[in-house]
C-alpha cells in the first residue's frame, strides 16, 4: 500500500498505530522502549536477541549515515541538536526490542571511520548492539584506507574476506527470509559489476543457491534518489540481477533523508552517472527500495517533482528537512510470504511524518 501523509492516513493514526504496536513490536511501545530508564541517557542499551520466530515474523531494524565525530561542533556527546548529531536518540529506538537483526547501512561514523572513533562514539551509543549487527560499509569508512577502521571494529560480522573475493559481501538466513549483504562501494564506473565480475558471479551463486525464498538486499547506495547525492548508476547491474533473482525489497542510505518508492522493475542506465526513469510495476514484479539515511548525522534535502520529473509518481513516501530534520529507524516484521515496515522517529519527533505499511513477496 502507498500513503504519503495524507488526511486519511491521520484520521487513522490511532487504529494503525495499534496494529502496528501488536505486530511489529510484542514486547514494547516506541514510547517506552525499555523498563529501565535514566532521564538523561534515555532507556537502558540492551537489545535482546531473538533466537525463536515470533508467530508474526522476525524483527529488524536498519537505518544508515549515523554518528557524527567528537570533532563536529554540534556532537555534544552524542546529543547533538535538532538539526545533527543525533545519534544518542536514534540508538534509544533500538533498547530493550526483540530483534532478530540490526542493519546499519554504511557511514556509521563520520568522517572518515576511523578506528579511534569507532571505539568511542559508534561504540558508546550502538555497542550494546554489535552481537545483533549485520552490517555494510558506506563511503565514509572507505576514507580510512580499505575501511580498516570499520572492519577492525565489526570483526567476522564484516565479512572481510570471501571465497570470491568480494570483501564485505554476505549472505544469511532470518526466518523465512534470505538477506544479501552487498558492498556498494566495490561497484563505480573504474570497477564495474557487470556480467562475470566477481560481485555479479558471487551475487548469482548465493541467489541460485537460495531460490523460493523471500530475499530482502542492502547496501549503502541508492540506485535512484531524490537526495542530494542522486542516482547511482554503477549498481545498475546489481539491482537487475536481484530482480531476476526475485529479490523483494532493498535497504539503502548515503542520502541524510527518508525514501520509500514504488515497486520499481528493470533499471537502465543512461550513462555512468545518470539513471533512466525507473518503471512503477506491479508489487510482485517488482522491488521496493528504502532509503533510510536517518541515522542520525543530519539531513539533505529532496528534490521536487520540478526538479526531478523523472521520479515523479515513483515515490510513494519522502521527507528531509536541513533546519527541521528527521531522525529515526526504519522497523520491518518479516513473515512467511510478506513483510511490514514502519518508520520510527527519534524523540523528541519535531514533525508529523509517519511510513508505516505491508507488503507481500515473490
Not at 496494529?19 to 534515555?42: E, F, H, I, Q, R
Not at 561497484?187 to 551475487?203: A, E, F, V, Y
Request: aromatic fraction near 10%; include cysteine.
Amino acid at each position: 500500500m502507498g500513503f504519503e501523509l495524507s488526511r486519511r492516513r491521520r484520521r487513522h493514526t490511532g487504529l494503525i498505530a495499534g496494529l502496528l504496536a501488536a505486530v511489529l513490536l510484542p514486547t514494547a511501545g516506541y514510547a517506552a522502549l525499555s523498563g529501565d530508564s535514566d532521564p538523561k541517557t534515555g532507556p537502558t542499551r540492551t537489545a535482546v536477541p531473538q533466537v525463536a520466530a515470533d508467530a508474526d515474523g522476525e524483527l529488524i531494524a536498519a537505518v544508515g549515515d549515523i554518528a557524527c565525530a567528537p570533532t563536529n561542533l554540534v556532537y555534544r556527546g552524542g546529543e547533538g541538536s535538532p538539526a545533527g548529531c543525533r545519534e544518542n536518540k536514534v540508538a534509544d529506538l533500538l533498547a530493550g526490542q526483540r530483534l532478530a537483526a540490526f542493519l546499519p547501512l554504511g557511514d556509521l561514523q563520520y568522517e572518515k571511520g576511523k578506528a579511534e572513533e569507532f571505539a568511542n562514539v559508534y561504540d558508546q551509543f550502538f555497542g550494546p548492539y554489535k552481537a545483533i549487527s549485520r552490517p555494510v560499509p558506506g563511503n565514509h569508512e572507505y576514507q580510512t584506507a580499505e575501511a580498516a577502521g570499520y572492519y577492525g571494529y565489526f570483526g567476522k560480522q564484516a565479512e572481510q574476506e570471501n571465497t570470491y573475493g568480494v570483501p564485505g559481501a554476505y549472505s544469511y538466513d532470518i526466518g523465512s527470509w534470505h538477506m544479501i549483504a552487498v558492498n556498494s562501494n566495490l561497484c563505480s564506473p573504474q570497477n564495474r559489476c557487470d556480467k562475470g565480475s566477481k560481485m555479479m558471479t558471487w551475487l548469482k551463486d548465493d541467489m541460485a543457491a537460495h531460490p523460493n525464498k523471500c530475499t530482502l538486499a542492502y547496501w549503502h547506495h541508492p540506485l535512484w534518489s531524490a537526495g542530494h547525492h542522486g542516482d547511482y548508476a554503477p549498481l545498475t547491474p546489481v539491482w537487475n540481477a536481484l530482480l531476476d533473482g526475485g529479490v523483494d525489497v532493498v535497504l539503502v542510505s548515503h542520502d541524510h533523508n527518508y525514501q520509500r518508492f514504488e515497486p520499481l522493475g528493470k533499471a537502465t542506465a543512461n550513462s555512468d552517472t545518470a539513471m533512466a526513469p525507473p518503471v512503477v510495476v506491479p508489487e510482485d514484479k517488482g522491488i521496493r527500495q528504502f532509503i533510510v539515511g536517518t541515522g542520525g548525522a543530519n539531513n539533505y534535502d529532496v528534490a521536487d517533482e520540478h526538479e526531478r520529473p523523472d521520479l515523479a509518481g515513483r515515490i510513494a513516501a519522502k521527507y528531509a528537512g536541513t533546519s527541521i530534520a528527521l531522525f529515526g529507524m526504519l522497523f520491518m516484521r518479516l513473515a512467511e510470504g510478506s513483510y511490514t515496515w514502519e518508520f520510527v522517529q527519534a524523540q523528541p519527533a519535531p514533525i508529523d511524518f509517519q511510513d508505516a505499511g505491508t507488503g507481500t513477496c515473490h
